[in-house]
């Protein structure tokens, strides 16, 4: 997070803030106040402005920061959560849920999948069992008619 991203994205709150100070001044400027308190007026203004955006960016320069860091160091993205701490402002915290929320949504997406995939194992091995009882049953039928057949041909053979 850059200064000049930072101040280009937050340009309308920067030029309500300096067209607040411009009216401050015009104000004392059509009552003849002095110059030294049209002065005062607009350092006093412009510091407290540089004071808010400057403290703004920073808090958000160190969290922005240490979320690229944290994501650039991790092999495994999706524990990044687990590295961050919430931040004071209220962007990174909303920021913060939704990931936790992507996170757990994706978690139950996979226990799901494991679910469905475990019960989609069990059900090919009961066709698969069913299969083979199948086939030994087919198997055992086969070998006793054949045992039959065996018999009655030793036994016309032995008639003959």
């Known amino acids: 997070m850059s200064l000049k991203k930072y101040l280009k994205d937050h340009r309308l709150h920067l030029l309500l803030g300096l067209l607040a100070e411009g009216?401050?001044?015009a104000v004392l400027w059509l009552f003849a106040s002095?110059?030294?308190l049209q002065g005062?007026?607009?350092?006093?203004l412009t510091g407290s402005i540089g004071v808010i955006f400057g403290y703004d960016f920073l808090r958000k320069r160190k969290f922005y920061k240490k979320v690229e860091e944290n994501?650039?160091?991790l092999e495994e993205k999706y524990l990044l959560t687990?590295?961050?701490d919430e931040p004071e402002f209220l962007e990174g915290q909303i920021?913060?849920?939704v990931i936790q929320e992507m996170e757990h949504s994706m978690t139950?997406?996979?226990?799901q999948q494991i679910r469905k995939?475990?019960?989609f194992k069990r059900y090919i091995e009961t066709i698969e069992e069913a299969v083979e009882d199948g086939l030994g049953t087919w198997s055992r039928f086969c070998i006793i008619c054949e045992a039959k057949y065996r018999r009655k041909i030793i036994v016309s053979e032995v008639m003959a």
């Open 117 to 119: 995939n475990g019960e």
């Open 40 to 44: 005062f007026a607009f350092f006093w």
């Open 108 to 111: 139950d997406t996979v226990e």
């Open 71 to 73: 994501l650039s160091q």
């Open 23 to 25: 009216v401050v001044e």
């Open 82 to 84: 687990e590295l961050l």
């Open 34 to 36: 002095p110059v030294a």
């Open 95 to 97: 920021l913060c849920r």
